[in-house]
Structures are given as C-alpha cells and as structure tokens.
C-alpha cells in the first residue's frame, strides 16, 4: 500500500493529492459541525461556512492540477511542470479570493453552489477532452473507456468496503448498546468514497504519454449485447411512446416531466450515434445501421417541441435554473441532430467541440443559470406588478390604493420573491422604493407587507 502510494499516485500526481488530502481533511473537520460530536462547543459553527469553502477550493484544485499534469505530459513536456502547475495554482487563488471576498459565505450560498458545480463539471469535461487536441475521436474514446474501467472497478471496490464497515458499525452498536448515531457512518463513506476512491483514481489513472492505437475499436461480445438489447431497443421504443403521447395528448403542449424526460433520453441519443460512428461490431446488423442514419430525424421534431414547451412555460414563471439547463441540453441536443441529418458524412468533432463551447458559455459568461434566472424572475416581478397598478410608469412601486390582485397572482407575486430572496437578490427591488430604504432590510415579508399582500 505504502509502495502503491508513493510509486503510483505521490509520485505521478503530487500536486492532486496534496489537495484530496487538505479536502479530505476539510471533510473530517466538517464531522465536528455535527450535533453528536460538538465537543469544542456551539461557537465552532462560524468557522462552517470557512471549511466548506476550504472542501470547493481543494476539490477543485485537484481536478485543475489533474488536468494541468495531463496538459504537460500531452502538449507542454518541454516546459518544467512548476510553471503550469503554478499557473493551475493562480486560477485557484483567484477562484478562493473571489468566493471570500465578493460573495457572502452566508446569503450567497446559492451563487456559490452553482458557480462551484459548474466549475466541477467543466473540468471533468476538460479531463475527458484532454487528449482530444492532437489525437482523434477514436484514440479519445480508447482513453475515456480505460478511465471508465478505472472508475467503474473503484466504486465497487469503495462500495464494497463502505457496506462492510456500515455493517460492522451497526453491529458493534446494536450488540452494545452504544447509540453511535450518524457520525461513524459519514466518516466511513468519507474514508472509503472520498479518501480510497480518489486514491485508486490516480493511482490507476491511465498513462497518457503511452501510444494509443487510433485503429477502429472493436467492441466485445459483452457491450454489443448491451448496446443492441438495452440501448437500442430504449431509443426505439422512447420514440414510438413520446409519439403515442402525442397522438393521446390531442397534439397540445407537453407536460414539463415529458421535456425532462425526454432530455435524458437525448444523451443515450447521442452516445448511442457516436458509439455507432466509431465502433466496429463484432456482427453486422440492420437494425443498428437504420439506428445511425435515421434516429436523429425520428427525435428531431420531439427535441424542438419541448424546446418549445419550455419557453411557454418561461413566459408565465419566469426562468429557473433547472429548466434553464434542461432547455440547454435539449438546444444542444437539436443543433447535434440537425447537424446529423443534413450531413452526409457527419463529422464527430463536432459533439465534443459544441459541448466544450457549450460548457464554456455557460460557465464564464453572462448566459450562466444564475444570472439568467434571476434577471428572468426579477423582470417577471416587475412586469407583474406594472400589469396590476402597483407600479407606475417610473418603476416606482405603489403603496396607496387598492389591489385587485387574484389568489394566483398574488401567490405568483411572492413566488417571485421567494426565489430573489433565496438567491440573495432582493437588492434588485431596493431601488423602486418611493423612499430612501436599505436593501438589507428588505424581506418577502415586508415587500409583502407594503404592497398589500399579507392580508389578501
């Protein structure tokens, strides 16, 4: 173990695991947050919001180092590893000092949360991409299927040890009587899931300076039968029922679990076109050349109606995150099938370059959820108000007359509230006071208050 440590994973990825060890440690130091063990008393839990930060930044950081040891050993060996690490190391400072010093650790948990997932899965995206630049879609699927086994044996193994301590620590509690409560159950899924996962990760992380055969991939027996009686058959079918749905439904809109669904089912879509393009199968079938050429017309009008579906459902709520990253998939989605079916000869460089722009888009830009929804739910508001007279034509809200507001306007109007309270923005409605008012005292409850609504 010791030999596997220092051989396999110190000395291939130092950088990675100085950051899972700072993140594991975070994890363990958030154990003491928990009631049942607050023994250092209950001031402790203003240091919370600093730990957690501590636990982003450090798994954050060990995807960035991860991804700057692949970038050096693909593209910049030339160059000593200190540089680009240390490049890697000012992209996580600048993140940290822009968390603590721009954001409330306290009301902008929102912003940070999203901001943080966002972060994560672009830099998986980066990590699953990394050889993609001078190698071809072939020699990067080689590379994501030896990840994917790394991946696959390592959470069965973690699975394996966590349910045997999960067993023996509920054993030892009932036999004795101890009332261990919740704590020794986290502290073995942070060992074995956080600890030993990310170790055998690295550990077995697959050499990228080796040569890859960028020959045609054979599938085995095992993942043509997957493919052709689970995969395949799921698309057929999911294509006759949201058809059938339509028919039953008298052709009016969906429902939104439909667009949802049927987002889910547009990734198997497109992993099912890329798998068919790149493998070769070990039998010819008709069934899965038909599949290559013609699902993505079948699904082409189903992606654009519920595209569709959820800009009505936009134009009556506003736009929420969740239903802002559905319609990105879908949008997405709909591009990669048009692209599909007008092109002959497609060209699959184009799935993981739109995805990497996509991504980035989102990430980095204005277009990102947060931003989005609450600019979306902020004018929402607004227009609702101005609709029912109680605002004026100067965006000034009025709070001497009448409403005549319904039961569900009314629930709306605090809906709207509620979702710029939780993402620390109510701010936005400080400057349509008649008065001088400060934005830190504004509450659902008194906006609520003011325009009449508490009572009604």
Known sequence: MIFFLRDRVWKRFPFSTVAIAIWITSLFAKLLFNPELMVLGIGILKFEPYVDIVSKISVFGALLFLIGTCVHRLYLSHIHILWIQSFCLSILVAYGLDVLLNKSLVDDVVL??????????FSILCLLFVCFFTGSMRKMLRLNQRLFRVLYRGFWYCLLAWLGSVLFFF????????????????????????LCFSLYVLGWFPELNESINDTEIVLSSFYYAVYKMILVPFLCVGSVLFYVYFFVNGFQWPSLLYSMIVSIWSLLLI???????????????????????????????????????ICVFWS??????????????????TGICIYLVLT???DLRVVPVSLFVLFCVVTFTFLRPFSIAVSSQYQAV???????????????????????????????????????????SLHLMQPHYPYPVSPKSLTVVRISHDLGLNGK
């Open 112 to 121: 940070i949360q999203q901001e943080f997932i966002s972060l994560i899965l």
């Open 171 to 194: 054993s030892i509690d009932k036999l004795f009587d101890l009332s261990l409560g919740f704590w020794p159950y986290q502290f073995c899924f942070i060992f074995t899931f956080c």
């Open 271 to 309: 992993l099912a076109v890329v798998v068919t393009k790149l493998v070769k199968f070990p039998v010819q079938s008709r069934l899965i050349s038909f599949i290559s050429r013609y699902v993505s017309l079948f699904y082409l009008p189903i992606f654009v109606v519920c595209c569709l579906r």
């Open 316 to 333: 009556h709520w506003g736009i929420t995150e969740f239903w802002y990253i559905i319609f990105l998939i879908l949008f997405w989605v």
């Open 344 to 346: 002959k000869i497609p």
């Open 382 to 424: 607004k227009s609702l108000l101005y609709e029912h007279k109680l605002m004026d034509k100067g965006n000034r809200l009025v709070f001497d007359q009448d409403i005549n507001l319904s039961q569900e306007h009314i629930f709306q109007v605090k809906e709207y509230l509620f979702f710029l309270e939780r993402h620390n």
